[in-house]
């Protein structure tokens, strides 16, 4: 049992069960949709760390069965003790054994094949990373173009602020995962607002168009 | 219902946790007049009251192996009182009482001001720790009225057959 401040704590949702499922059907939307930038509206009083957008969502997402892992600037802050108050999730310090894990603007990301990328046989054993940015662009030409599943041909989007400022990089990783397949980990990129996932179907078809 | 929270403290102030177990068993008709007002403001919800189990563990004798008892309703919430500097109350009370619940959390934030500490002390502690203690007589008379006396004959000391030996 450890105890926790709770005086500069916010609450969650004010209404538990329709606030997280909207959030939830926001991330569905996400999800089914990659590359497509989605709005997620909530009421949450969420903490001072981390991206707004992101806390609602691990909110929605979380249960006490889950384990979570913070990137360095968020564990230790306001948003853990806020996660841990409100979903009782169980935060780990290896990246290797979280479901899910989060990792704050300007922090560095692990390699993605560092976090649980399931089995052959259990694929849906795989973590989920939300990855705070600083914002999107979408239908650019500086971006990305985007394919697969849930997508109509192609999407462009710009990620800006991701982790390591090194998009080439981070779609180099992405091909990786993808070349996992069924193995792999799924993504939502997270700005202050808005989230865009990226199920690990989704290929990068043009890694080295986006700048930094 | 008697807990260890419950050795006198000789006059000096309840700690926290002792306060909190004196609050989670206080009864709504003691607690709701001695908070006068504050029982209804509207609250700022960290966690709205919330029903669920607790498994209760026992240990044989006290020093035995640990055992499943059974499972017991709590309610649990979690609040923020806007005028006491934005103190957390939390409470954990046996039952399915929303309100009494909120009223107990209510009650932990306000003792959390030094300041009302010592009123509250006197209005609603120790009124709720004398209840306590009366229903805590009143099932031990009753345990008593059953209690059952085994008289045996003691055998003094050195044994009737010895002594007939000696004679």
């Known amino acids: ?212 | 219902m008697f807990h260890a929270f419950d050795t006198k403290t000789d006059g000096r102030a309840l700690d926290r946790a002792q306060w909190m177990a004196v609050l989670a068993r206080a009864p709504l008709a003691l607690i709701e007049p001695a908070l006068g007002a504050h029982a209804h403001a509207e609250p700022r919800w960290l966690r709205a009251p919330e029903t669920g189990l607790v498994m209760v563990q026992g240990r044989a004798g006290g020093t035995g192996e640990r055992f499943n008892v059974g499972e017991v309703t709590v309610t649990r919430c979690a609040l923020r009182l806007a005028d006491v500097g934005g103190a957390v109350g939390v409470a954990y009370v046996l039952g399915r009482s929303h309100r009494q619940a909120q009223l107990a959390a209510v009650a932990d934030a306000l003792m959390q001001d030094p300041e009302r500490q010592a009123a509250l002390n006197a209005q609603l502690l120790v009124p709720v720790q004398r209840h306590l203690a009366e229903q805590r007589a009143q099932r031990h008379a009753r345990a008593q009225s059953s209690k059952v006396e085994f008289f045996t004959v003691a055998r003094e000391s050195g044994g009737a057959d010895e002594e007939e030996g000696e004679e």
């Not at chain 1, 971006?143 to 109509?152: D, S, Y």
């Open chain 1, 1 to 212: 049992m450890n105890t926790q401040d709770l005086s500069k704590l916010g609450a969650g949702f004010s209404e538990a069960a329709i606030g997280s499922q909207s959030v939830f059907r926001a991330a569905l939307q996400a999800l089914s949709y990659p590359g497509r930038v989605t709005a997620l509206p909530h009421d949450a009083q969420t903490p001072s760390h981390g991206h707004s957008a992101s806390a609602a969502l691990l909110l929605a997402l979380l249960d006490p069965d889950c384990t979570l892992w913070l990137s360095p600037a968020l564990a230790g802050s306001d948003a853990a003790a806020w996660l841990r108050f409100h979903t009782g999730c169980v935060l780990v310090d290896a990246a290797a054994d979280a479901q899910f894990a989060w990792v704050a603007q300007g922090d560095e990301c692990p390699p993605l094949e560092d976090f649980a990328m399931g089995s052959e046989t259990y694929p849906d054993q795989s973590a989920t990373c939300v990855i705070d940015v600083e914002a999107f662009e979408s239908g650019t030409s500086r971006g990305w173009t985007l394919r697969g599943p849930g997508i109509a041909g192609s999407t462009a989007l710009a990620v800006h602020g991701l982790p390591g400022n090194d998009p080439a990089a981070f779609a180099a990783q992405w091909s990786a995962n993808n070349a996992a397949f069924p193995r792999g980990v799924d993504l939502f990129l997270v700005a202050p607002r808005e989230i865009v996932g990226l199920p690990r179907t989704t290929r990068i078809d043009n890694p080295t168009t986006m700048e930094a």
